[in-house]
């Protein structure tokens, strides 16, 4: 008799959902987590403080209102970091009070620490005060998240040289800054830094950014970011990085050396696995930390799942928790199927990215025919009414069936609108759906039916020429 029937470790969102749908099962079970990290590093360290500091850039730089009020707006005429942190910190502390009490009202047990596999039913917990105990359970989960990758080449001293968790510790908003890597994170961030005023250059070694983008909406974003008078290096690496008492020296392996006040490294993430004695339990992670899993996110040891970012890709908050809900589910006995419902992308960029299915180029290499129907912001009283005249949304279509073969949009609102595409792709709905819904009006989503017609009239003509 185990003492509990599942045990996940760790308190993101996989690991809360994991918890919460267990407990909905009747299930006895207990998160294991650090005091100070409830809600994990999504709530901390990651996705909530980063897109609430978004949300106080927009709203204090004035800079999505610009085309309305014109360039020199801006409703702080200096933004601080105090002025940013005020809102971070509001929200994070609510946030956790919502977590411990969804898990307190569905009796969930919180057992504050961290954990450390003793054999594959069992771990220890160490209350960073000295005194540790042994739990045991008849599941595992484990949702111990990531965290920033750091190469052994960069000295990281946490005021010049940072890793992305060290972006909610800077004293003041820096007058320039590298960022490295043009990945997700790094992206986010040089925009909003820019926003801020910030003279910001990216270093990216491979030649082209967010490769699994569509290309067009990657071209507009760096049109913007461009306007915000960032500087792109591709096909460039930061070889070391130089701390200097003023600063910083970022030296690229072609050579070039670029002073800035701050230096991001965004190196992508690395598990955080190498605490956990997997050998203990029959597991192995990769040189990433990362945990293999099955479509019912199981190890090799299979009482034993792991779900979120220890696993790898997509490695999002949202496809974090269906994980979490699965992995219980399946480990509770609950008949589960792998979900096939179109998942979307959501990057917080300024302005805004998301998409659901396939790009252009992916059909183009599978031999798929698609259309393509635009609708532009710009031709949308929304549009003008928000001041957005660069948004726009794509739908590819499948000219055989009319079924969505993929949707993508850029600008504001995108990760919200994007859901439309994904609930019509999931659904099995074709552009029909889209070209006789009617659309509150003026809303941003109206700019679906906009694009319908416009991928239903180009393959019109290619009928009419056809007979």
């Keep these: 008799m185990h003492d509990y029937e599942l045990l996940v470790i760790g308190s993101g969102p996989g690991g809360q959902r994991a918890a919460i749908a267990a407990a909905k099962l009747d299930r006895r079970v207990a998160v294991v987590e650090r005091p100070e990290m409830l809600g994990g590093v999504c709530l901390n360290t990651g996705t909530i403080p980063s897109k609430t500091l978004r949300e106080a850039i927009l709203y204090l730089t004035g800079v999505d209102q610009r085309e309305i009020y014109g360039q020199s707006y801006r409703l702080k005429d200096e933004v601080t970091i105090a002025d940013l942190t005020a809102r971070t910190t509001r929200v994070v502390t609510k946030e956790s009070d919502v977590v411990r009490s969804q898990l307190t009202r569905n009796r969930v047990a919180i057992i504050p620490g961290t954990a450390r596999f003793t054999a594959p039913n069992e771990v220890e917990v160490d209350d960073g005060g000295g005194r540790t105990r042994k739990v045991s359970a008849d599941n595992i989960v484990i949702a111990s998240g990531t965290k920033p990758a750091r190469p052994a080449s960069v ?12 972006i909610i510790h800077l004293e003041q908003v820096p007058r320039s800054m590298v960022v490295a890597g043009a990945g997700v994170i790094g992206i986010e961030y040089a925009s909003m830094f820019a926003a801020l005023g910030t003279k910001v250059t990216v270093v990216e070694r491979r030649m082209r950014m967010l490769e699994f983008c569509d290309e067009e909406v990657v071209e507009a974003l760096k049109y913007h970011l461009r306007d915000l008078a960032v500087t792109f290096r591709f096909g460039e690496t930061v070889a070391s990085v130089e701390a200097h008492p003023q600063g910083a020296i970022a030296l690229l392996s072609s050579g070039k050396k670029i002073p800035a006040d701050t230096v991001l490294y965004s190196a992508g993430r690395q598990g955080m696995t190498e605490h956990l004695n997997l050998e203990a339990a029959g597991l192995t992670a990769d040189p990433r930390g990362r945990i293999t899993v099955d479509e019912f996110f199981r190890t090799s040891v299979p009482h034993i799942y792991a779900v979120g970012d220890v696993i790898g890709f997509p490695a999002l908050a949202a496809t974090s928790m269906e994980q979490g809900r699965l992995a219980a589910h399946h480990a509770c006995g609950e008949q589960t199927a792998p979900n096939t419902v179109p998942q979307p992308i959501g ?12 790009t252009e180029d992916q059909l183009t290499e599978a031999c798929v025919p698609f259309e393509v129907g635009v609708s532009r912001y710009r031709e949308l009283a929304r549009g003008q009414i928000v001041g957005d005249s660069y948004g726009v949304l794509k739908l590819l279509v499948s000219p055989e069936d ?4 993929g949707v993508h949009v850029f600008g504001t609102g995108a990760t919200e609108i994007i859901h439309i595409g994904q609930a019509v792709m999931g659904c099995g709905g074709t552009v029909d759906y889209l070209v006789d819904a009617v659309f509150n009006y003026p809303t941003l989503s109206e700019s679906y039916k906009v694009a319908a017609l416009d991928a239903t009239n180009k ?8 007979e």
């Design 347 to 358: 990057i917080y960029s300024i302005p805004e990215i998301s998409f659901v299915g396939r």
């Design 155 to 166: 000295a990281f001293d946490e005021k010049t040289i940072i890793d992305s968790d060290g």
């Design 402 to 405: 009319g079924k969505l073969l």
């Design 459 to 466: 393959m019109r003509q290619v009928t009419k020429l056809s």
